[in-house]
């Protein structure tokens, strides 16, 4: 009896060994595939919104540096600064500018960093296919629509030759720097919107919302319009100059106003120090338009590029 | 020993064969209820399933995950990261619950005050939402004790998360085990620690298997916490170290989709069945355990 019971004890203590053992042949094996001398990490967080575009900037980066490690967080704009400024990332993706808060909690710290605007996002407005009467819409009319305490649930209340079609809207949630930016744009104060429509923190669900409703109307980053263009119809806006639909062309000659926001990222000038993020920023700054065409996203124009090159090398030059 | 009463069922003659009309009707719910709960799982495999076919092969675990080629994109960062994270919570969560479980039951005087605070306390901390502990992980362990965000700090979160969970079902064990066990072997003269190391834990092993993995099944499908405490959701190679940074396999699956792009909405899926394939691996280590190990008084 002892003796079997002994046996139990040890099978179990193998059995845990074996769990150990096995979770420990995981690791190891990081394939380098380059010839390059960089290794080490370089620790990115932030917004969820820019995170495909520099998750794209840290594959085409590793394919030539196999040794250099990448990984990319996605916890919001807010929350990429909040480590950020506590000196645990060496970049933070961000949707909006860093505010003044943010700012002193960097400079607490001592964290010093720079600004780079990496691309171009038209926020875009859609509409269900089977919506024929609206093509356009006034950022009046969109703040009719959207604006706190907003009565508006039906197209003709927007428009008289609207037809009589209740109004659905989806939108993102209110923690994302895509809801922060069209309420600052549209409703001239950030985060005031009204609060009775369909927020989602998942843009596929604003997709299916809009597709499926025909009274439906929402917003959210270009690349998803372009994913779905087949599901929705997507509005041209009248920011006072005329009719004007989200594309590459009019968010780059800014044409496309109020809505193509700026995306950025923010470097930290500790960082720069190390080769590899060094290295790494240089390539994302070099290739941003490949990036940007890849992430689907829209490219810097001429000034902007310019800009982005200045504000590379007043960083390595703080970064000494 | 001799005659062991039959287990699954009990017989009793007396019940057997009256007729009451209630009895048909309360048996029919009974089992409404089960295929409910069947019903269930088979519609969300078959969905899981069939969503995530066209990407359920070797890509999947031998490719890492990919912005730039949803056709290539893999999942494997997350599955090894799963199982380190488990492994380290497991290895963290199963001797302190154990020995916790061993102190309440076999040492602690049931009538003081403090020991049925503490006993109140554990019970409560089970129901304490996952985000709560997340919270905990980022202010004590990661910031803290300064261990950052890494898979030691993401373990010793779930650790904490699921230890009442292995309290109360290691108790639960050891509480089963017969006191004529006890009294048995300490009338032979063995010590209480002999009689609790040779007597009542390797009988108590079955219930205490159970207990563990039901609580790694929480851990394991655990995203709210890992959120806060740095799991990124773009890593293209494998932790090598407890101090590495990582992913797991609800992260990928939520990020995956949240993409623009109809591929990785597949790939999420197909991800979900991985996850569903190692829970129900893990399921299948505590049956066999438990009927490895069970015995009979």
């Known amino acids: ?320 | 020993m001799t005659t062991a009463p039959a287990r699954h069922r009990t017989e009793n003659p007396s019940l057997a064969g009256r007729f009451r009309p209630l009895e048909p009707l309360f048996k029919g719910m009974l089992l409404a209820s089960l295929a409910l709960a069947v019903l269930f799982l088979v519609v969300l495999l078959s969905y899981v399933v069939t969503e995530g076919w066209d990407r359920l092969d070797p890509r999947l675990w031998e490719n890492f995950p990919s912005k730039l080629y949803p056709e290539r994109a893999g999942a494997q960062s997350a599955i090894v990261g799963t199982i380190y994270v488990i492994a380290l919570t497991g290895a963290f969560c199963v001797p302190i619950g154990v020995m916790t479980a061993i102190y309440l039951e076999e040492y602690a005087d049931g009538s003081r005050w403090w020991n049925r605070m503490i006993e109140l306390n554990i019970q409560n901390l089970a129901g304490v939402p996952s985000i709560v502990y997340g919270i905990l992980g980022l202010g004590v362990i990661a910031r803290g004790l300064d261990l950052g965000r890494t898979l030691l700090t993401a373990s010793l979160t779930l650790s904490l998360l699921v230890l009442p969970v292995v309290i109360i079902a290691a108790r639960e064990a050891i509480r089963a085990v017969p006191g004529s066990i006890r009294q048995a072997s300490l009338a032979l003269g063995a010590t209480p620690w002999q009689t609790i190391a040779r007597q009542v834990l390797p009988a108590a092993v079955p219930g205490i298997a159970t207990g563990v993995i039901l609580a790694l099944s929480r851990a394991i499908g655990e995203a709210a916490p890992l959120l806060l405490l740095g799991a990124v959701t773009h890593i293209t190679f494998n932790p090598s170290g407890i101090t590495d940074s990582y992913t797991v396999l609800p992260i990928q699956i939520f990020n995956w989709t949240k993409q623009p792009e109809a591929e990785f909405h597949t790939l999420a899926s197909a991800a979900i069945v991985i996850l569903l394939f190692i829970l129900l691996a893990m399921n299948s280590v505590a049956i066999w355990v438990r009927n490895r190990y069970q015995k009979r008084w």
């Not at chain 1, 002994?6 to 193998?14: G, I, K, M, Q």
């Not at chain 1, 829209?298 to 590379?312: C, S």
Request: charged share 20%; hydrophobic share 35%; with cysteine.
């Open chain 1, 1 to 320: 009896m002892t003796i079997s019971m002994r046996a139990t004890v040890r099978t179990a203590a193998v059995l845990s060994g074996l769990a150990l053992a096995l979770s420990a042949c995981g690791g190891g094996g990081t394939d380098d595939a380059s010839g390059s001398e960089l290794s080490g990490s370089v620790k990115i967080d932030g917004s969820s919104t820019v995170a495909p575009l520099t998750t794209v900037a840290s594959e085409l980066f590793t394919e030539e540096n196999g040794r250099v490690q990448i990984p990319v967080g996605t916890s919001g704009t807010g929350g990429g600064f909040e480590k950020f400024c506590a000196g645990e990332t060496d970049i933070s993706n961000a949707s909006r500018p860093i505010k003044d808060e943010e700012k002193a909690a960097c400079a607490a710290k001592g964290v010093k960093y720079s600004e780079f605007t990496v691309a171009n996002d038209a926020l875009s407005v859609v509409v269900s296919k089977e919506n024929t009467w609206a093509t356009c819409l006034t950022v009046e009319q969109l703040k009719k629509i959207w604006e706190p305490g907003s009565k508006v649930n039906n197209w003709k209340q927007i428009d008289a030759s609207f037809p009589d079609e209740p109004l659905k809207l989806f939108g993102p949630g209110t923690d994302s720097g895509t809801f922060d930016y069209f309420t600052a744009e549209i409703n001239g104060e950030e985060g005031a919107s009204r609060s009775d429509f369909q927020p989602s923190e998942d843009d596929n669900v604003i997709v299916q919302g809009v597709s499926g409703s025909k009274g439906g109307l929402g917003y959210f980053g270009f690349s998803y319009y372009e994913e779905n263009a087949d599901k929705l119809k997507v509005l041209q806006i009248d920011g006072g100059a005329g009719c004007v639909a989200p594309s590459v062309a009019a968010a780059q000659d800014g044409t496309y106003k109020p809505l193509a926001r700026p995306l950025f990222i923010y470097p930290s000038a500790e960082a720069l120090k190390r080769p590899e993020a060094l290295a790494f920023v240089e390539y994302y700054v070099g290739n941003h338009a490949k990036i940007a065409e890849a992430a689907k996203f829209v490219p810097l124009n001429a000034t902007q590029e310019t800009a982005l090159k200045q504000a590379l090398d007043a960083l390595k030059t703080q970064a000494g």
